[in-house]
């Protein structure tokens, strides 16, 4: 059995919801330009794109129509027992007059339907319709009626679209080109009636909002309403060939009454307008937690015979959320938690975590797990601990978790120490795992831990391990609480409440990227395409230019096609030196032996070319010449490339480099347009993040170099768009700190 969380009722302050539109300032920092301040509010700039033409902010559909129309359509609509649509147009007629919508049956078999007058058609509708309701096969004949009647929204709820293969594809753009042409907004098709559930209109607070592509798993959140959290919309969004996820998403981010966004989310229909419409959720501080599906192959396959969309690498779709704030879940149980907490609790006083219980075992055990997770459990001071065993014997540990034996929750001792334990100010959360029930102890402290939730603006959290959970204890006590959060695992509670930590740290420093992001070309974008070819990849050489256009160090190198010239490009380079056969067809040279090192003479310059030309002839590959390159010997090898995902474009990626990458695949991706700060954090990703630091003696890598290098690259793949397919820069040797950092080898794709 699944269980409810209670957070803190509140009000949330969050800034102004309007969106400020102008000019960038000329200055950049890193390759990208300073960011200016904007708020979250509806519509946006239509001419404020990036250097790439892509959108900087998102665009919010005004969807109060669509949830509370004032009049409704319904097409096809049935009155015949037996009929699906019969089902339905009674929900709808139910619908409406909860919220206060005059509805309007259409069928031209009827002159009425359930005591309501029928019309034939879309033309003879008695007034403007906010929504139609299309309860037909096929959608796409009624699209041009309804454009004609200047209707609003529509719902479709047909399938046999994408979701079926090829030709139902085909044939749902033909309807979302309908859609475009008609001027409405659409949702479906292959949708369901979420969205005209009943809500319950008597419970208080900050509600979740609901987006899911398959109805029925959003039903665990849903029922949340059984447990007192309040729902405010619901948005089933099946195939979305017109309205989709980042639609709702931006639209729920502007209402006042939405404390969290709750998400299950199969395939994205563009990753651009999902990370805008992430963005403004991050503006306006409302946090967004999201269930995505495709972590696997099988996940992956199963998601796109469902709703028919690209699921895109799951390492992208993990980044981008992340970059932006997006809590992503595994479990429905634990999406449905962990947006119920976000929901309602207030802003963490504190970070440290205190965990206390009446049990020695079960507050150990839930240490560890809580630590494992990385929540911080501070020691309580010596005399804070002092003053907890005035109530607690001597020999129970109370420097947290807090242990009180049993005993002292049974009598008025219970709430003293639940009191001084909120007291201390390292605290901010207070969490109380309760195994089972154990009356008379289990119900009087579940009454001294609401009792003293009412008295605290920290949060109270409650782990209620019966199976049972018939309890009066848990039923009426904790769950009648609109100040302490009740979990039914240990899991649930620890990953809500480290999300709840996160969000609220993410969303005080935040600073949108889309502000940053480049809106004019550089000087280097246009040195950039004169070197770009087309179809081909370019040589070393080539791709090192292009790595010079955006100020990337590369070794003092030079490109020569005889022996002669390799002996004086070495005296002019300095030995010892690297030679390298360079060719647009060469990968992987070192497979072939076409890398020579420490090179320290004119006879082995002289040597290796012949040896190095004569293999290239021997393979039949093409060289453009030989490169005599300066020899770079100390260093932490990283790798830094460009590709293009699916669904969001170019991505950087940046990794231990050298034959590392393909043995540890040690890498982190981040989605463009991201700062420094992202860049960095990026690097804290690696699991071998401690070789920049320095180890075994080693000195700190330069990570500002390094920083640079991924900000300039960024920059590349934005400017050149779809004229880079791939870049690799392999190794890229990061220098100790202070000095820099060397791209000794790259590869450029162009598509």
């Not at 404020?48 to 319904?74: K, T, Y």
């Not at 963490?348 to 009446?358: M, N």
């Not at 605290?427 to 009356?439: D, K, R, V």
């Not at 990061?734 to 162009?750: E, K, T």
Request: net charge negative; aromatic share 4%.
């Amino acid at each position: 059995m699944l269980g409810s969380t209670h957070g803190t009722l509140t009000t949330h302050s969050r800034p102004a919801r309007v969106v400020a539109c102008g000019e960038q300032p000329p200055h950049t920092v890193h390759g990208m330009s300073e960011p200016h301040r904007d708020g979250g509010g509806q519509g946006a700039c239509p001419v404020d794109r990036d250097v790439s033409g892509r959108p900087l902010h998102a665009p919010v559909p005004d969807l109060d129509r669509f949830f509370r129309p004032e009049s409704v359509a319904v097409i096809g609509a049935s009155d015949r027992e037996g009929r699906p649509n019969t089902g339905i147009t009674r929900q709808l007629i139910a619908w409406a007059e909860r919220v206060g919508a005059r509805l309007h049956p259409v069928n031209p078999g009827r002159t009425e339907v359930f005591g309501r007058p029928c019309h034939a058609g879309v033309a003879d509708l008695p007034e403007p319709v906010d929504l139609a309701v299309l309860l037909v096969g096929d959608p796409l004949p009624v699209i041009e009626q309804l454009a004609e009647a200047k209707v609003k929204f529509a719902v479709a709820f047909a399938s046999g679209f994408a979701e079926t293969g090829e030709r139902g594809a085909a044939a749902q753009d033909r309807l979302a080109e309908a859609v475009t042409r008609s001027g409405l907004r659409l949702l479906g098709p292959n949708t369901n009636l979420n969205a005209f559930e009943k809500f319950r209109t008597d419970l208080d607070g900050p509600a979740i909002a609901l987006i899911t592509q398959s109805g029925h798993q959003g039903r665990p959140v849903f029922s949340l309403q059984e447990l007192g959290i309040r729902l405010s919309h619901w948005a089933p969004t099946g195939n979305e060939a017109d309205l989709e996820t980042a639609d709702f998403l931006s639209y729920f981010a502007t209402r006042p009454e939405v404390g969290a966004i709750a998400a299950y989310v199969e395939g994205l229909k563009d990753g651009r307008s999902f990370l805008l419409a992430a963005d403004r959720a991050a503006r306006n501080k409302v946090p967004v937690v999201a269930v995505k599906v495709g972590r696997t192959e099988t996940g992956a396959r199963t998601a796109a015979s469902h709703t028919g969309k690209l699921t895109g690498a799951d390492e992208v779709v993990d980044a981008a959320m992340r970059q932006f704030g997006v809590i992503r879940v595994d479990g429905l149980d634990e999406l449905q938690d962990t947006a119920a907490l976000l929901a309602r609790a207030r802003k963490p006083t504190a970070e440290g975590v205190a965990v206390y219980s009446i049990s020695g075992g079960t507050g150990a055990h839930f240490a560890d797990l809580a630590t494992a997770a990385g929540l911080r459990l501070p020691t309580l001071g010596a005399a804070k601990q002092a003053e907890l065993h005035q109530w607690i014997p001597d020999y129970l540990h109370v420097a947290n978790p807090v242990d009180n034996g049993g005993h002292p929750v049974g009598d008025w001792r219970g709430r003293k120490i639940l009191d001084a334990i909120l007291a201390d100010p390292s605290i901010g959360i207070l969490i109380c795992p309760i195994t089972g029930p154990f009356p008379p102890m289990s119900d009087k402290l579940a009454q001294d831990l609401v009792d003293a939730a009412e008295q605290t603006d920290k949060l109270v959290c409650v782990v209620w391990g019966s199976p049972v959970g018939t309890e009066d204890a848990y039923r009426r006590t904790l769950l009648g609480s609109t100040r302490v959060a009740t979990f039914r695992t240990f899991a649930n509670c620890i990953t809500a409440v480290r999300a709840y930590l996160d969000h609220h740290r993410f969303v005080d420093g935040y600073r949108s990227p889309f502000d940053g992001a480049p809106r004019v070309l550089s000087p280097s974008a246009r040195k950039a395409h004169a070197l770009m070819r087309p179809g081909q990849q370019l040589s070393e050489h080539a791709a090192k230019q292009l790595l010079r256009a955006y100020g990337i160090r590369v070794p003092r190198e030079q490109l020569v096609t005889s022996a002669a010239a390799a002996v004086r490009a070495a005296s002019l380079v300095g030995y010892p030196v690297v030679m390298k056969a360079s060719g647009p067809q060469l990968a992987h040279k070192t497979e072939l032996g076409l890398v020579k090192v420490h090179l320290t003479s004119a006879s082995q310059v002289r040597d290796a070319y012949r040896e190095l030309t004569d293999i290239a002839r021997y393979e039949d590959i093409p060289l453009d010449g030989v490169l005599v390159c300066q020899m770079i010997e100390r260093g932490v090898e990283m790798v830094v490339g460009v590709t293009r995902d699916s669904l969001f474009g170019p991505t950087v990626t940046v990794g231990l480099g050298g034959v590392l990458v393909e043995v540890l695949q040690d890498v982190a991706v981040g989605v463009p347009p991201f700062g420094e700060d992202q860049a960095r954090a990026m690097l804290d990703e690696l699991r071998g993040r401690a070789l920049l630091d320095g180890v075994r003696g080693a000195p700190p890598a330069d990570i500002d170099a390094l920083v640079e290098v991924v900000l300039r690259v960024q920059r590349m793949a934005l400017e050149l768009g779809d004229e880079l397919a791939e870049l690799d820069i392999n190794p890229l040797v990061v220098l100790p700190r202070g000095q820099g950092a060397v791209a000794l080898d790259a590869l450029a794709v162009c598509p």
